[in-house]
Each structure stands twice: as structure tokens, then as C-alpha cells.
T-cell receptor, first 114, second 112 residues
Framework: SAVISQKPSRDICQRGTSLTIQCQVD?????MFWYRQQPGQSLTLIAT?????????ESGFVIDKFPISRPNLTFSTLTVSNMSPEDSSIYLC???????????FGPGTRLLVL | QKEVEQNSGPLSVPEGAIASLNCTYS??????FFWYRQYSGKSPELIMF????GDKEDGRFTAQLNKASQYVSLLIRDSQPSDSATYLC????????????FGTGTRLQVTL
């Protein structure tokens, strides 16, 4: 497995502002992912963070709204830009580690947009 | 059509009983299947993964996979109140590299 930390753990933000979420892993990993989990819902994949190249976004998510950085094999950031109340959610990073496509999740960032 | 389907529950079982959680998936070519447990306010925690048809046991947990029926289940024996959580089924669909598609989860309540 892998030990994953996220910062901040929670935040309350005003609409129109941006928040950058950090994800740190204790070992080098190839695949890192960013998910959103809206209240009472399951996980929705936002994008795959690729080291050394642009992130790969899922349908419905765009780089202008959710820019992602992946400067090395242990770190990634997700920015939620120009926030609206609809962006209130839990944002989770995950990494692929161990056998196959096994993913482990960070503790999440709880975001409330007012 | 949803790619991964689960009954949202709640599924209520008495302490000590067997809890049976079910999941169906639409992509027949899927190869990897995962069960995660998520306590309220926490992030998902991996319980088990299974790749081959049949049963896979780990302690009180047994995962069962039937690719012909596109069905994967999780059995929890001797259920404890601490097992009360939402259980998420995840599938790696064909041609999606390492991506996982999650079901909506089944909420399990273990009663005293």
C-alpha cells in the first residue's frame, strides 16, 4: 500500500475564488488520480495526473476549471478554480500501488463554497 | 445504463450474522474488481480485490466473482457493529488502463 496525505483537510471558500489541494505520497508511484465525491454520492473520477505531461480529464471536467500539476512521482496538486457552491464536495486523491489496478486513497479535502 | 450497480440499502443485519453485498457490472471484458469500505466522513479503504472467477477469502471477508453473470459479491461473516459503513464496488473496465468505475455503494448497518 501507500501512505497518502492531503492538504488542506477542509476549507470554506467564497465563490469566485480558487483553492489548490495538495497530495503527497510516501513512495514513488506512476499513477495518481483525482476524484470528487459529492454529498451522498459515489466517487467520480476527475482526471489522471500524469508525471511530466498534461493530466487526462474525464468527460465533464476541463483543465480551465480543474488544473492539475504533477511535478514528480510523489506529489500532485488539484486546483478548483472560480468556485461556485456546486463545487462543494470532498476531493480525493488516489494512487495505484501494489498489484494490478489497486488504488489507495488519501484522507480527502472537504470543501464548502459559500 | 449504469456501469456498476449496487443496491443503496440500507442493508440491516444482526450482529454475528453474514452480510451479503452484491454488485453487477456492464462491461463484460472487465478484469479487476475491488471492494472498498467507507465510514461516514472518511475516505474509502480497500478491503479486497479479485481477478479470477470463484471465491477469495481474507479473514471474515469473502469476495465472489462470476464473470459469466457479470456479478461480484462481498460476504462478511460474523458481522460486527464496526462493520457498519458504506461498501463500494469498483471495476476496471476494458481499455481504461488503470481507471476504476465505482458503484454508488451499499450502506450496511449491523445491529446489536
Amino acid at each position: 500500500s501507500a501512505v497518502i496525505s492531503q492538504k488542506p483537510s477542509r476549507d470554506i471558500c467564497q465563490r469566485g475564488t480558487s483553492l489548490t489541494i495538495q497530495c503527497q505520497v510516501d513512495s514513488q508511484v506512476t499513477m495518481m488520480f483525482w476524484y470528487r465525491q459529492q454529498p451522498g454520492q459515489s466517487l467520480t473520477l476527475i482526471a489522471t495526473a500524469n508525471q511530466g505531461s498534461e493530466a487526462t480529464y474525464e468527460s465533464g471536467f476541463v483543465i480551465d476549471k480543474f488544473p492539475i500539476s504533477r511535478p514528480n512521482l510523489t506529489f500532485s496538486t488539484l486546483t478548483v478554480s472560480n468556485m461556485s457552491p456546486e463545487d462543494s464536495s470532498i476531493y480525493l486523491c488516489s494512487v495505484e500501488a501494489g498489484r494490478g489496478e489497486t488504488q489507495y486513497f488519501g484522507p480527502g479535502t472537504r470543501l464548502l463554497v459559500l | 445504463q449504469k456501469e456498476v450497480e449496487q443496491n443503496s440499502g440500507p442493508l440491516s443485519v444482526p450482529e454475528g450474522a453474514i452480510a451479503s453485498l452484491n454488485c453487477t457490472y456492464s462491461d463484460r471484458g472487465s478484469q479487476s474488481f475491488f471492494w472498498y469500505r467507507q465510514y461516514s466522513g472518511k475516505s474509502p479503504e480497500l478491503i479486497m480485490f479479485i481477478y479470477s472467477n470463484g471465491d477469495k477469502e481474507d479473514g471474515r471477508f469473502t469476495a465472489q466473482l462470476n464473470k459469466a453473470s457479470q456479478y461480484v459479491s462481498l460476504l462478511i461473516r460474523d458481522s460486527q457493529p464496526s462493520d457498519s459503513a458504506t461498501y463500494l464496488c469498483a471495476v476496471n473496465p476494458t481499455g481504461t488502463a488503470s481507471k476504476l468505475t465505482f458503484g454508488t455503494g451499499t450502506r450496511l448497518q449491523v445491529t446489536l
